[in-house]
């Protein structure tokens, strides 16, 4: 069932930016400016390795503006897409939305992890989400899902490993309903990566997650990937040669 509208000028919005980094500091304000979207620059944490001062960042973000209803965490390189709307009507009983995409995922029982992004068509219309590496736009619906996120990213940053934290929301994707938007609201713009990022920003800037179907074979780092259901229900990719 579709739930309530929400639009996004009513919520409370956090960008979160290193305040040195000016570059990006003003190109989220441009941005933000010309959607009419209010927001709070939350100050990022820098730490070695640079992931786990991302990591921390988002913490600070979730503990800043969650207690007040629905509140959308951006990344300072999250700029809108030809697809941004003003508003969103998620269904019910959803506690994250994606409002980007990505074309990475992590799966933690494959060799190395890294996969292509895995997400289906939910009978909502909306995108339902597997195991997809993707934190530049996310929407938290309940208090649940931030405190879930939050919970997430303190076991990522509190084991021996200083894990990045969306591989740890990619674990909870496959415990939590997780949607995204069909197509992006938010992408991350090329214009303020670093040279070494560029090209490949450029290239996923605009980049539309496809729906995986059971059986749909797909090539991964270590070899071709067949989708198949796991025991819980979800998508999962496991080595094309092997099955549940």
């Known amino acids: 069932m579709p739930g309530t509208t929400i639009a996004l000028a009513a919520l409370r919005i956090g960008v979160i930016n290193l305040p040195h980094q000016e570059r990006r500091r003003n190109r989220a304000v441009a941005a933000m400016a010309a959607l009419g979207l209010p927001f709070v620059f939350i100050d990022g944490v820098r730490d070695q390795p640079r992931h786990f001062g991302c990591s921390q960042s988002h913490l600070k973000a979730i503990e800043t503006l969650r207690g007040s209803g629905p509140f959308l965490v951006l990344e300072d390189d999250a700029v809108p897409t030809p697809q941004y709307q003003p508003t969103v009507t998620p269904p019910d009983g959803i506690d994250l939305l994606y409002l980007g995409h990505s074309p990475y995922g992590h799966a933690r029982h494959l060799p190395g992890g ?75 713009s090329p214009d303020v990566q670093g040279a070494a990022k560029q090209d490949r920003r450029s290239d996923d800037q605009m980049f539309v997650a496809m729906p995986r179907r059971e059986a749909d074979v797909v090539a991964g780092s270590a070899g071709p990937l067949t989708v198949v259901r796991a025991a819980g229900g979800g998508l999962q990719f496991m080595p094309a040669d092997q099955g549940l």
């Open 114 to 188: 890294g996969t292509p992004e895995i997400v289906e068509t939910d009978h909502s219309g909306f995108l339902r989400v597997h195991s997809m590496l993707a934190a530049h736009a996310i929407l938290y619906l309940t208090d649940a899902g931030a405190g879930a996120v939050a919970q997430s990213i303190r076991a990522s940053i509190g084991g021996p490993q200083k894990e990045r934290h969306d591989i740890g929301l990619c674990d909870l994707q496959q415990r939590q309903r997780v949607l995204a938007t069909p197509f992006p609201y938010f992408a991350q």
